[in-house]
């Protein structure tokens, strides 16, 4: 199994910034690709970032230029950087590994990013 640990969340003003992260144990060997999801209230989980064994990055349009997802591939560890954070950013933000070996995503328990004055 694999345990994915988060931390990081909290409550931030508009245009502020705050910083996810989230480490990987257990059995982690296969997982090639690691990132965060978000989850508003009312609304479908989504994509936020994610980051591949290889160093490629792929965002969602709506953080593009105000996030920035970095990871340690040898440790199984992601971070999250995210700037000028807007209101409809708040939501549970939810570290994600994939191992496609095992054809198994997981999933950490969450963290609530709330972006309010």
């Known amino acids: 199994q694999v345990q994915l640990v988060e931390s990081g969340g909290g409550l931030v003003q508009p245009g502020g910034s705050l910083r996810l992260s989230c480490v990987a144990s257990?059995?982690?060997?296969?997982?090639?690709?690691m990132g965060w999801y978000r989850q508003a209230p009312g609304k479908e989980r989504e994509l936020v970032a994610q980051?591949?064994?290889?160093?490629?990055?792929k965002y969602a349009d709506s953080v593009k230029g105000r996030f920035t997802i970095s990871g340690d591939n040898a440790k199984k560890t992601v971070d999250l950087q995210m700037n000028s954070l807007k209101a409809e950013d708040t939501a549970v933000y939810y570290c994600?590994?994939?191992?496609?070996?095992?054809?198994?995503?997981?999933w950490g328990k969450g963290t609530l990013v709330t972006v309010s004055s």
């Open positions: 994600n590994a994939h191992n496609p070996l095992r054809g198994m995503d997981y």
């Open positions: 980051i591949r064994s290889g160093g490629s990055t």
């Open positions: 257990g059995t982690i060997f296969g997982i090639n690709a």
